[in-house]
């Protein structure tokens, strides 16, 4: 594995609009704090602010809610514009109890409201829609990464979402490019021979959670470099998260 | 929050067996890597190792498998005997379904086989159990390493549990002592003056993440240190992430 991992923000983004230059915000924020990104850092960036810099917003006073949309926002005490987006993110609805929304997005994702949020949109009566393509948009950044600042990194673009059994969201990778999704210890052996049969460790969502630590919601610190990983695994996408409903237990 | 982390493994740990002295262990390893705890620092503690020095190793062939125990095994093509293991740590069956089994242990924790794994037992034929009370582990711990190393730490006690929707296993706190393990931005507004109603983040479900990086199943080293997070809220428990049955969609 690895000696250790430093893991730092990226200070001093600043609000990030549709069609901004991201990579050259995370790149002149970086030179600015005086780091430089390395081969092998992991950038780890919000989806909030790949979302915006791709246009992702929707004002709601543009949206036309259907009727569908209409009859569970007055059932959960909801705006309905901003639920007629969610409904138009979702392919199935899991649950919908107490006002509580759990969608599976069109990616795959399972979460609360497909993702669409109206937090940090940088603009009021607007609401944030997940990247269409989020391992799309790692890749794009990090490709971008590769050309403009000569180093090669991996990208993880993240979002905090709930789960089952369990108080609190945590942050977890939506999107991946150059860093595995899962370590297998699928038929390898502990040391006293046992071999160990099912492990899968999704070590892309753990180092989106770690980057949370110092990235926080309020303080405009979407960006934080994990550096110091090192994975011998080959490298997957987001996608490779998504459990096959037919073999999810918990739908 | 927090500069930047630095999260390193405590390495050459031995075998830990039953009685030992954990935290000794912990201290000697660190001073022979010539590192030193700081104020601060989260010790980050996998349960097998707990559980072993607890005593938390119940041998095979001394368990008499109950009826239920032999119906299920013979469903599922598993050990009857470990499978009664399991039954006695389980408060609910979630699930039991293709040989897979999701219960709710006695502590509130939902996973698979109710903790019970037989992977680095570090004895043949033998099963560990998750500590019985995981959070008063990590309050021992942390008091011993105040005692004895001078170190005002945090201490998270943690197990990788597999969740719904997503593949793969995460490291998760099943014992916190002198964290908080929720951050909570209810009721704060965003720059745009829009109130965050509900998140909740799991900093020490994501602390346990950071740590599994660099911690490893096969290479023996089952104790971290997280260095750099700073935390003003107070100090919580791991029973904190129980979602109490009622409130929980997904059951």
């Known amino acids: 594995?690895?000696?250790?991992?430093?893991?730092?923000?990226?200070?001093?983004?600043?609000?990030?609009?549709?069609?901004?230059?991201?990579?050259?915000?995370?790149?002149?924020?970086?030179?600015?704090?005086?780091?430089?990104?390395?081969?092998?850092?992991?950038?780890?960036?919000?989806?909030k602010v790949v979302s915006k810099s791709e246009g992702r917003i929707v004002k709601l006073a543009e949206v036309e809610p259907s009727e569908r949309a209409k009859t569970?926002?007055?059932?959960?005490?909801?705006?309905?514009?901003?639920?007629?987006?969610?409904?138009?993110?979702?392919?199935?609805?899991?649950?919908?109890?107490r006002g509580v929304l759990i969608c599976e997005t069109h990616h795959g994702f399972v979460c609360a409201n497909a993702g669409v949020d109206r937090s940090n949109a940088g603009q009021p009566d607007a609401v944030v829609l997940l990247p269409l393509d989020p391992d799309a948009s790692a890749g794009r950044i990090r490709d971008e990464i590769a050309r403009r600042a000569s180093a090669r990194v991996a990208v993880v673009v993240t979002d905090t979402f709930g789960r089952a059994w369990r108080e609190g969201h945590t942050n977890v990778a939506i999107g991946i490019a150059g860093l595995p999704a899962l370590k297998r210890y699928m038929g390898q052996t502990d040391p006293e021979g046992y071999e160990l049969r099912v492990t899968e460790i999704a070590v892309a969502d753990e180092v989106a959670g770690a980057a949370e630590l110092v990235m926080?919601?309020?303080?405009r610190c979407p960006v934080a470099i994990v550096r110091g990983v090192a994975f011998a695994e080959p490298s997957e996408t987001a996608r490779d998260y998504v459990r096959p409903a037919a073999r999810d237990l918990f739908r």
Chains 1, 2 share one sequence.
């Open 72 to 97: 569970m926002a007055a059932e959960g005490n909801k705006d309905p514009r901003q639920l007629e987006v969610v409904l138009r993110e979702t392919k199935t609805i899991l649950r919908w109890e």
């Open 216 to 219: 926080g919601k309020l303080d």
């Open 1 to 47: 594995m690895t000696r250790g991992l430093t893991i730092f923000p990226v200070a001093g983004m600043p609000e990030v609009r549709p069609k901004d230059d991201l990579v050259g915000l995370v790149i002149a924020a970086l030179a600015k704090a005086k780091e430089r990104l390395a081969d092998g850092d992991v950038v780890v960036i919000a989806q």
